[in-house]
């Protein structure tokens, strides 16, 4: 059998690829930068009986390989961030956070199937000791944050109130400090837990989609803003045991979704005369009070006619 070569060039497909990324791109290179699995695909064609011939085209070289997005590489870089920020992990939570393992498959961490984007990240009630760094505000596409039950402090970070995505922001039962960031650009978030913290300052913005807020056991002051009855899909709202002062306003009982209204508090009170717009009709109304007895009973009076308005459509 002869083997005819044609020397005016040779046409290679190189497909070389990662296992561990997803993305593909078509890249120019020699043949000593792959290593194996390398396919050739060489184009060949018989031209007699025992005999071939390869085609030899244009000399040119594709390579199919599997890379990483830009995107991808930052979720990484800023999951590892944030573990820098941990200094004791009792639990070993973290332990699979290294280059061994795709950041996908650490625990606590889900992503996109296709994407490898980070949506998930959940490391609730690990012990975990140090601060929530800054750089979880790059997972641009993460929808659910869950740091409750931890031994985190220092502030909430602002790049949180950024994440369009954001859903649900689970960070109560940490000793996190400072005023809450603004959570206004947060369009989708649903749910925000901030109770058990040592969080000061007053209400932050927030979004008007948002259904549930938990305040309780901080220490925020000043007064209930009129603003927080414009969230209209207000399903539970919980202020107690902060230094929260003044009356609940009114406009509350318009709110057409809520269920839950749980102020307790010695400067808390309800409003007097009741409203033309009553149609919510709350399943728990708590505004008990603390404090000397003749405030108590006028406060308990105001509130049973704020309940009574909500109560009734």
């Given at each position: 059998?002869?083997?005819?070569?044609?020397?005016?060039?040779?046409?290679?497909?190189?497909?070389?690829?990662?296992?561990?990324?997803?993305?593909?791109?078509?890249?120019?290179?020699?043949?000593?930068?792959?290593?194996?699995?390398?396919?050739?695909?060489?184009?060949?064609?018989?031209?007699?009986?025992?005999?071939?011939?390869?085609?030899?085209?244009?000399?040119?070289?594709?390579?199919?390989?599997?890379?990483?997005?830009?995107?991808?590489?930052?979720?990484?870089?800023?999951?590892?961030?944030?573990?820098?920020?941990?200094?004791?992990?009792?639990?070993?939570?973290?332990?699979?956070?290294?280059?061994?393992?795709?950041?996908?498959?650490?625990?606590?961490?889900?992503?996109?199937?296709?994407?490898?984007?980070?949506?998930?990240?959940?490391?609730?009630?690990?012990?975990?000791?140090?601060q929530i760094f800054?750089?979880?505000?790059?997972?641009?596409?993460?929808?659910?944050?869950?740091?409750?039950?931890?031994?985190?402090?220092?502030?909430?970070?602002?790049?949180?109130?950024?994440?369009?995505?954001?859903?649900?922001?689970?960070?109560?039962?940490?000793?996190?400090?400072?005023?809450?960031?603004?959570?206004?650009?947060?369009?989708?978030?649903?749910?925000?837990?901030?109770?058990?913290?040592?969080?000061?300052?007053?209400?932050?913005?927030?979004?008007?989609?948002?259904?549930?807020?938990?305040?309780?056991?901080?220490?925020?002051?000043?007064?209930?803003?009129?603003?927080?009855?414009?969230?209209?899909?207000?399903?539970?709202?919980?202020?107690?045991?902060?230094?929260?002062?003044?009356?609940?306003?009114?406009?509350?009982?318009?709110?057409?979704?809520?269920?839950?209204?749980?102020?307790?508090?010695?400067?808390?009170?309800?409003?007097?005369e009741p409203t033309?717009?009553?149609?919510?009709?709350?399943?728990?109304?708590?505004?008990?009070?603390?404090?000397?007895?003749?405030?108590?009973?006028?406060?308990?009076?105001?509130?049973?006619?704020?309940?009574?308005?909500?109560?009734?459509?």
């Open positions: 059998m002869v083997t005819t070569l044609l020397g005016i060039g040779v046409h290679l497909q190189l497909l070389a690829c990662n296992r561990t990324e997803s993305r593909r791109s078509w890249n120019s290179a020699s043949l000593l930068n792959f290593s194996p699995p390398l396919l050739i695909i060489i184009n060949m064609k018989v031209t007699a009986p025992g005999q071939f011939l390869l085609v030899l085209m244009a000399c040119s070289v594709h390579v199919v390989t599997c890379s990483s997005t830009p995107e991808n590489q930052i979720d990484q870089l800023s999951l590892l961030e944030f573990k820098k920020a941990i200094s004791l992990d009792p639990q070993q939570a973290l332990a699979s956070w290294n280059d061994s393992t795709h950041f996908c498959n650490w625990e606590g961490v889900m992503c996109r199937t296709r994407s490898h984007r980070v949506t998930n990240l959940d490391l609730a009630n690990r012990g975990l000791v140090g800054p750089s979880l505000g790059n997972l641009t596409l993460l929808k659910h944050l869950s740091l409750e039950t931890n031994r985190l402090s220092a502030d909430i970070p602002a790049s949180l109130g950024e994440l369009h995505h954001l859903q649900t922001p689970y960070l109560s039962n940490n000793t996190l400090h400072g005023v809450i960031p603004t959570f206004q650009n947060c369009s989708s978030l649903q749910k925000l837990w901030l109770n058990g913290n040592n969080l000061v300052g007053g209400f932050p913005d927030l979004p008007l989609g948002l259904k549930h807020l938990k305040l309780r056991y901080n220490n925020l002051s000043g007064t209930i803003l009129i603003s927080v009855a414009n969230i209209t899909k207000l399903q539970l709202l919980d202020l107690s045991f902060n230094n929260i002062a003044g009356n609940i306003p009114y406009e509350f009982a318009k709110l057409p979704e809520l269920q839950g209204l749980d102020a307790i508090g010695p400067e808390i009170s309800g409003t007097g033309a717009h009553r149609r919510c009709r709350p399943q728990t109304l708590r505004l008990e009070v603390e404090g000397r007895e003749n405030r108590a009973r006028t406060h308990t009076t105001q509130a049973s006619a704020l309940a009574g308005a909500l109560q009734r459509r």
